[in-house]
């Protein structure tokens, strides 16, 4: 409770309840009080996140948003100017992981 005063939280104690304030956005926790005078505070905190990626190679770019169009295929895109701002496409050495997987066979479910 000392560090929540400290860092400028109000809290309010009165009719077996324990009432935690934060300054602008008011009522943040409260706690009924225990048969053995404890005010157990369970606090469910979810942290927001910002999650970023960066792709090295500019032509995965394309690859994934044209719904994995193979290499070859954006190349055609390219050289028969299909596709504004499209810039010249090198086959990559690395394998797109769910075109893999796309490409894998399936046992039926029956």
């Not at 943040?28 to 157990?40: C, L, Q, S, Y």
């Not at 193979?70 to 990559?92: A, W, Y």
Request: net charge positive.
């Amino acid at each position: 409770m000392g560090q929540l005063q400290e860092r400028g939280y109000i809290i309010i104690i009165k009719q077996s309840w324990c009432q935690v304030y934060h300054p602008e956005k008011g009522l943040i926790a409260e706690a009924k009080m225990t048969a053995n005078r404890m005010f157990p505070l369970h606090i469910q905190y979810d942290a927001q996140k910002c999650l970023s990626t960066r792709v090295q190679d500019p032509t995965w770019l394309w690859h994934l948003p044209y719904g994995h169009l193979s290499f070859k295929g954006l190349k055609t895109l390219h050289d028969k100017n299909m596709v504004e701002g499209l810039q010249k496409i090198n086959c990559p050495t690395k394998m797109c992981e769910d075109c893999i997987v796309g490409k894998q066979h399936c046992d039926s479910f029956l």
